[in-house]
């Protein structure tokens, strides 16, 4: 296993259009992250599964964003209806969880960028 | 919310110690204060990660005081390769994830 990677590594769509995310993380990871990164910023928190629930969301994640783990394994990550400010680059992270709250050691991903022109 | 403040940026020179401190309130009783690397146009990746006193693996150490209130990241005999941006990572009380905004360090030669 060569670590997460995620699909596509970048992607330019017009507003209004709907966008989807792959990642695939460490196969024998639990955890799943998604975050949102832009210029100059930390990464946002959008979501977390352990396995396929989905345990946690942010509060300012919009409607328009949607986020599955159907099988405990890969993921992804739907924006419908996309907006300017939605351009950023889309994090994705696994963990193994040793059952503790989410602060164990996290692995990411490349990232997908986003240009929504 | 927990709150994390970081200096923005800073620089050094090569063969240097460099000390980044992160200042945090509201943070989780029980969990780690974890630190990242990240290059650009690359994802963050693991450095090292504490609960409190002083831990050290192969790349820094990590200074937590008492009271947990700061994290101080320390990295020995920087090299041109540690330019990067360097972030602290808490849980709040609330167990919501909270990153600070990075700092970005840069070494000269």
Redesign the interface.
Known sequence: DTGVSQDPRHKITKRGQNVTFRCDPISEHNRLYWYRQTLGQGPEFLTYFQNEAQLEKSRLLSDRFSAERPKGSFSTLEIQRTEQGDSAMYLCASSLSSGRAVGETQYFGPGTRLLVL | LAKTTQPISMDSYEGQEVNITCSHNNI?T???I?WYQQFP??????II?GYKTKVTNEVASLFIPADRKSSTLSLPRVSLSDTAVY?C?V?DSN???I????TKLIIKP
């Open positions: 989780a029980n969990d780690y974890t146009s690359q994802g963050p990746r693991f990660q972030y990572l849980l167990y919501q994830l990153w600070g905004a990075g």
